[in-house]
T-cell receptor, first 116, second 107 residues
Framework: EVQLVESGGGLVQRGGSLRLSCAASGFYFSGYWMTWFRQAPGKGLEWVAN????????YYVDSVKGRFTISRDNAKNSLYLQMNSLTAEDTAVYYCARGEGWVDYWGQGTLATVSS | DIQMTQSPSSLSASLGDRVTITCRAS??????LAWFQQKPGKAPKSLIYRSYILHSGVPSKFSGSGYGTDFTLTISNLQPEDFATYYC?????????FGGGTKVEIK
């Protein structure tokens, strides 16, 4: 069974940092692109970033470029999102998902709240 | 960026009804279109990819169609578990973008 479990969310002050993690199980993690999405409270879904199977290619939405870094550790079956210089607009539930363009499995999400 | 416009933004329907949700892309995206279902407080679930292919385990009451700029999601025989918000998403170009969502409510 494919499982994706996010962690690392929490309350942080504006300008601070958070590192989100996504633990994957039930599939060959090294064989898939992985993606981060987010959803601000009461809003729609937004793509944040994705990363190729071997980490050699990464893409970001413009609003997070230069502040967020996606990475992965295939030996640990884990995906990460380092978020720096956080603003109130980054407050959201962050989901990891399996896949590049189309994603087939999602985690349950982790809430990151940026206080001003 | 490709803008995805869903309509309607919400609809009310009765049990057993058939409903159709439309999604329009601001430029052609071939068939690189996915649909997701989300219930309150839950993660999205994948329904359809490549415009019409059902994700594993998704019942055949869901169907998708379209190519280029205009797409539809049809849900037949609405049941209580189908009341949710539905999103379309294009993956033909970066940045990947979503429609604003369609909330399907019980009449």
């Amino acid at each position: 069974e494919v499982q994706l479990v996010e962690s690392g969310g929490g309350l942080v002050q504006r300008g601070g940092s958070l590192r989100l993690s996504c633990a994957a199980s039930g599939f060959y993690f090294s064989g898939y692109w992985m993606t981060w999405f987010r959803q601000a409270p009461g809003k729609g879904l937004e793509w944040v970033a994705n990363i190729k199977e071997d980490g050699s290619n990464k893409y970001y939405v413009d609003s997070v470029k230069g502040r967020f870094t996606i990475s992965r550790d295939n030996a640990k079956n884990s995906l990460y999102l380092q978020m720096n210089s956080l603003t109130a607009e980054d407050t959201a539930v962050y989901y990891c998902a399996r896949g590049e363009g189309w994603v087939d499995y999602w985690g349950q999400g982790t809430l990151a709240t940026v206080s001003s | 960026d490709i803008q995805m416009t869903q309509s309607p933004s919400s609809l009310s329907a009765s049990l057993g009804d058939r409903v159709t949700i439309t999604c329009r892309a601001s430029q052609g995206i071939t068939n690189s279109l996915a649909w997701f279902q989300q219930k309150p407080g839950k993660a999205p679930k994948s329904l359809i990819y490549r415009s019409y292919i059902l994700h594993s385990g998704v019942p055949s009451k869901f169907s998708g169609s379209g190519y280029g700029t205009d797409f539809t999601l049809t849900i037949s025989n609405l049941q209580p578990e189908d009341f949710a918000t539905y999103y379309c998403q294009q993956y033909n170009n970066y940045p990947l973008t979503f429609g604003g969502g369609t909330k399907v409510e019980i009449k």
